[in-house]
């Protein structure tokens, strides 16, 4: 049976990976017949945020692997553990973890760079033809593991649609319930909560997207 690591930024959509999605893909996982193993990067959080107010506490400090643990039931790795060889695929829930954690391209736009544990492991996946699935603004990521004209969606805002092209990647417009998916380089994103207004609507996305990499692991 393929089994799939999933890579998990912490717990909390302003923080870390978002709960709704990464629980939402661990579903599709196994419906799909899929196992699944949860990895995260054993570091200090970027920051944490306070999931009422919205605001950023500044004395407070999270371990990314800890917090993921939430999430996975205690069932997660350190990412620096991961060995591509053990799986068949890879898949990134989003939250702005992805954007804080695995990367940073929420500080800096387009000159971000990728976390260094997880550049070497989405790397890997693409160099062995691996397929692989980004979530919501996980996608900004792509032009920097595959290079230029990548293929990918965030949904449909303007700006970040404009900064996955200015960084190298061919963005595509997709609605909530579609995916885009670059048959040359085996990967496959949806907007999930870029667009979601509700469980379902992320579902629809995110039930795609699994589905696709169960096709392609099937081929």
């Known amino acids: 049976m393929s089994r799939v690591a999933v890579i998990l930024s912490g717990c909390g959509v302003f923080d870390g990976a978002e709960i709704h999605e990464s629980v939402l893909t661990m579903l599709a996982l196994e419906s799909n017949g899929l196992n699944f193993q949860c990895f995260a990067p054993d570091k200090p959080q970027l920051h944490v945020v306070d999931h009422l107010s919205g605001e950023v506490d500044g004395e407070a400090s999270r371990n990314c692997l800890i917090e993921a643990a939430r999430i996975a039931r205690g069932q997660v790795q350190p990412l620096s553990e991961l060995q591509v060889d053990d799986y068949d695929a890879l898949l990134v829930p989003g939250g702005f973890g992805a954007a804080k954690n695995l990367c940073d391209f929420a500080l800096v736009g387009t000159e971000s760079t990728?976390?260094?544990?997880?550049?070497?492991?989405?790397?890997?996946?693409?160099?062995?033809?691996?397929?692989?699935?980004?979530?919501?603004?996980?996608?900004?990521?792509?032009?920097?593991?595959?290079?230029?004209?990548?293929?990918?969606?965030?949904?449909?805002?303007?700006?970040?649609?404009?900064?996955?092209?200015?960084?190298?990647?061919?963005?595509?417009?997709?609605?909530?319930?579609?995916?885009?998916?670059?048959?040359?380089?085996?990967?496959?994103?949806?907007?999930?909560?870029?667009?979601?207004?509700?469980?379902?609507?992320?579902?629809?996305?995110?039930?795609?997207?699994?589905?696709?990499?169960?096709?392609?692991?099937d081929a």
């Open 114 to 217: 990728v976390d260094e544990d997880f550049f070497v492991v989405a790397k890997a996946f693409a160099e062995a033809g691996k397929p692989a699935g980004y979530l919501c603004i996980a996608p900004m990521m792509l032009p920097a593991i595959y290079g230029e004209g990548v293929k990918g969606t965030i949904g449909k805002d303007a700006e970040t649609a404009a900064a996955f092209n200015a960084m190298g990647g061919e963005h595509q417009f997709h609605e909530v319930n579609e995916i885009c998916i670059d048959e040359h380089n085996r990967v496959v994103s949806t907007p999930a909560y870029m667009l979601a207004g509700s469980l379902l609507e992320a579902q629809s996305g995110i039930d795609l997207v699994v589905a696709q990499l169960a096709k392609w692991l």
